[in-house]
């Protein structure tokens, strides 16, 4: 069975600093590209960070540029979301999710957090940690 699950969620103070995991299971992530979503009370699932298969490629959302950082690991198994300096903006609740990746594609990701984008979809989603910032 395939599975997704992120952790490292909770209250965190703005100015701070969260490190969220995403671990898979029943499945290695080597020919995947993984994202990270939220989705806030009232929105839209939204994308955040993508990074592909190789780990070559990533993406950001322009709203967290220069403050959240995503990694994997070289055993292929976790994939990591850094926050810093959150914002009461960047509470949500948040997703990582799998989308299988050609070798051609191997240094690009997408973030699409719905259907099929540029041959990138997210079959496999998380159940979502939810990421709260106040002081």
């Known amino acids: 069975q395939l599975q997704l699950v992120e952790s490292g969620g909770g209250l965190v103070q703005p100015a701070g600093s969260l490190r969220l995991s995403c671990v898979a299971s029943?499945?290695?992530?080597?020919?995947?590209?993984i994202g990270w979503f939220r989705q806030a009370p009232g929105q839209e699932r939204a994308g955040v960070s993508c990074?592909?298969?190789?780990?070559?490629?990533?993406n950001y959302a322009d709203s967290v540029k220069g403050r959240f950082t995503i990694s994997r690991d070289n055993a292929e198994t976790t994939v990591y979301l850094q926050l810093n300096s959150p914002k009461p903006e960047d509470t949500a609740v948040y997703y990582c999710?799998?989308?299988?990746?050609?070798?051609?594609?191997?240094?690009?990701?997408?973030?699409?957090?719905?259907?099929?984008?540029?041959?990138?979809?997210?079959?496999?989603w998380g159940q979502g940690t939810q990421v709260t910032v106040s002081s």
């Open positions: 029943g499945f290695t992530l080597d020919s995947y590209a």
């Open positions: 999710a799998a989308a299988k990746s050609s070798i051609e594609l191997r240094d690009v990701c997408v973030m699409t957090a719905y259907g099929i984008t540029a041959g990138f979809a997210y079959d496999f």
């Open positions: 990074i592909s298969r190789s780990g070559g490629g990533t």
